[in-house]
């Protein structure tokens, strides 16, 4: 069965500051990636997958992931975070027809 | 992408009470998916509801529990039956849009249980 880690429960960034969240996954074939962002009280908001192709994907709001398959990682970034960033981040896996497997998630503060 | 409009968006039931939360969607969809979300937790996956069949449950939710209905390709229930505290979540539906699922899982808003 898949899984998804996001080691780091909180992280703290200053404004403007470059931003990189972490995500491990495992499963067996490639994997469909993707990063969900979930402000407070808010839906789900997908910021970007991964499906095949080039490893490095581009998202919405400015943001970036690149796949390494040698690392088994979907890693999260931002080169300067708004303070309007702050939100729960979710790292997810799917498998083929399944459903999402979500990893634990990050809360990101923005501090000013 | 497809949009969920899901309902309630938040109830307040009481204990050992039945709630059934809908879910429609703009166009037709293979696959629907419910999740719980507990406060302060992750997203996990209930079931998946294909129009049709019956719908495939995660280790740890079975049907007496969940019932779930799909009547046809734009429509999906979730019910949670004999509610107790431990319910209180957030419910989300879910559907994958594209072939091979290229425009990813698009989720509707949720409902807020609150059991008392």
């Known amino acids: 069965a898949q899984s998804v880690t996001q080691p780091d429960i909180h992280i703290t960034v200053s404004e403007g500051a470059s931003l990189e969240l972490r995500c491990n996954y495992s499963y067996g074939a490639t994997p469909y990636l993707f990063w969900y962002v979930q402000s407070p009280g808010q839906g789900l908001q997908l910021l970007l997958k991964y499906f095949s192709g080039d490893t490095l994907v581009q998202g919405i709001k400015g943001f970036e992931a690149e796949f390494k398959r040698s690392q088994s990682s979907f890693n999260l970034r931002k080169p300067s975070v708004h303070w309007s960033d702050a939100a729960e981040y979710f790292c997810a896996v799917a498998g083929g027809a399944d459903g999402l497997t979500f990893g634990k998630g990050t809360h990101l503060i923005i501090q000013p | 992408s497809a949009v969920i409009s899901q309902k309630p968006s938040r109830d307040i039931c009481q204990r050992g009470t039945s709630l059934t939360i809908q879910c429609q969607v703009d166009?037709?969809?293979?696959?629907m998916f419910w999740y719980r979300q507990q406060p302060g937790q992750s997203l996990t996956l209930i079931a998946t509801a294909n129009q049709g069949s019956e719908a495939t449950y995660e280790s740890g939710f079975v049907i007496d529990k969940f019932p779930i209905s799909r009547p046809n390709l734009t429509f999906s229930t979730l019910t949670v039956s004999n509610m107790s505290p431990e319910d209180s979540s957030i419910y989300l539906c879910s559907v994958a849009g594209g072939t091979a699922y290229n425009y990813g899982y698009t989720f509707g808003s949720g409902t807020r249980l609150t059991v008392v």
């Open positions: 166009s037709q969809v293979t696959m």
